[in-house]
């Protein structure tokens, strides 16, 4: 068997809040925004370039989900991102006041600084070793 994980979903309180941090932050592509109802959309983000898999930015519908919103792992990092040049992104972020949580230290598997999104997730950015 060969599986491919092509989608996570990220529980969000409002679409368009996602879509524009995503995309003018972070710099993601919007590669669908469809209308399923009065009160949901199916919403894909991805980082720029990438082939890897996409963000379904599912806006939370009950109080249980909403819980949920920022602390999908329990308040461990949730999403880990490779990128060409650390300094640049980490320079990017603050520029936009976006909250770094560790800055940029250096490990055996690359240089790393965390970010909180919008709402709340831990995201690990990390540049590989050359």
Same mark, same amino acid.
Request: proline content about 4%.
């Given at each position: 068997?060969?599986?491919? !994980?092509?989608?996570? @979903?990220?529980?969000?309180?409002?679409?368009?809040?996602?879509? %524009?941090?995503?995309?003018?932050?972070?710099?993601?592509? /919007?590669?669908?925004?469809?209308?399923?109802?009065?009160?949901?959309?199916?919403?894909?983000?991805?980082?720029?370039?990438?082939?890897?898999?996409?963000? /379904?930015? @599912?806006?939370?519908?009950?109080?249980?989900? @909403?819980?949920?919103?920022?602390?999908?792992?329990?308040?461990?990092?949730? /999403?880990?991102?490779?990128?060409?040049?650390?300094?640049?992104?980490?320079?990017? /972020?603050?520029?936009?006041?976006? &909250?770094?949580?560790?800055?940029?230290? &250096?490990? &055996?598997?690359? %240089?790393?600084?965390?970010?909180?999104?919008?709402?709340?997730? !831990?995201?690990?950015?990390?540049?590989?070793?050359?």
């Amino acid at each position: 068997m060969v599986y491919d !994980l092509f989608q996570i @979903a990220l529980v969000v309180d409002d679409y368009d809040k996602a879509i %524009k941090f995503y995309t003018e932050v972070l710099h993601f592509d /919007l590669l669908e925004d469809t209308v399923l109802s009065p009160v949901k959309r199916w919403v894909r983000v991805r980082p720029k370039g990438s082939n890897g898999a996409s963000l /379904l930015l @599912a806006k939370a519908k009950n109080e249980q989900e @909403a819980q949920a919103i920022g602390n999908q792992t329990g308040g461990r990092v949730f /999403l880990f991102m490779h990128t060409d040049d650390l300094v640049r992104d980490f320079l990017h /972020l603050k520029s936009h006041h976006v &909250e770094i949580v560790r800055p940029i230290s &250096e490990h &055996e598997y690359g %240089k790393v600084f965390v970010f909180r999104d919008i709402f709340g997730n !831990l995201w690990d950015v990390i540049q590989p070793p050359n």
